[in-house]
């Protein structure tokens, strides 16, 4: 027996959010590659990160936005999405997480040019779908169903270099939707 879903997880769920949400981050990116002066007010910058990252659970790729709150502080959002596959004796399974996620990082004044270490915390929620892809385990082949995790707390450090007009992110974390390592290219808007 096939068990309703909720409007909204089903929207979320559904195999056009990975390509609505590659879409979207794609137009952003384009349209922030374009944007040629970087605007600062007292010290302060908006920054925009867009990449893909490894883990356990499959490929994420993410977007991330910062603002700086003083010349070592910085917070911001993110967003991120995987999907995985596993296969069991029995059959397989496809597993899909979206996460949304607060974090906070510390800079180093490092003397080296072009280069900014941090390290900071974070706290994220998910949203997990499941379904059964092929195999007998249920009887039925679509067999599925969603959760909802909890706050996750977690930790990172990594940091970004930039060369010529290129802005390299490379991050490590773990706790939370941040998990695994990240990387990408931030940019200034």
């Known amino acids: 027996m096939k068990h309703p879903q909720p409007f909204l997880l089903k929207m979320l769920t559904s195999k056009t959010l990975a390509l609505k949400t590659f879409a979207g981050l794609s137009l952003c990116m384009v349209f922030s590659m374009t944007a040629s002066a970087q605007i600062e007010t007292g010290g302060k910058y908006d920054l925009v990160t867009f990449g893909i990252g490894a883990s356990t ?3 994420p790729i993410f977007a991330c936005i910062e603002q700086t709150y003083d010349d070592s502080k910085s917070y911001g ?9 596993e296969a069991w004796q ?3 399974w496809q597993h899909d997480y ?13 003397d080296v040019e072009g280069l900014d270490l941090f390290a900071g915390l974070n706290v994220g929620w998910y949203l997990h779908s499941w379904k059964q892809t092929g195999g007998t385990t249920t009887g039925s082949p679509d067999y599925g169903g969603n959760n909802t995790g909890g706050l996750g707390f977690g930790g990172q450090i990594g940091g970004r270099y930039i060369w010529k007009d290129f802005n390299f992110f490379l991050q490590l974390g773990g706790g939370s ?8 290219l931030s940019y200034h808007l």
């Open 57 to 59: 659970l499959g490929l």
């Open 90 to 92: 029995v059959g397989q």
């Open 98 to 110: 979206l996460g949304l996620g607060a974090r906070g990082d510390q800079h180093f004044d490092i």
């Open 177 to 184: 939707v941040a998990s695994g390592a990240l990387f990408g």
């Open 77 to 85: 959002a993110l967003v991120s999405y995987r999907r995985y596959n």
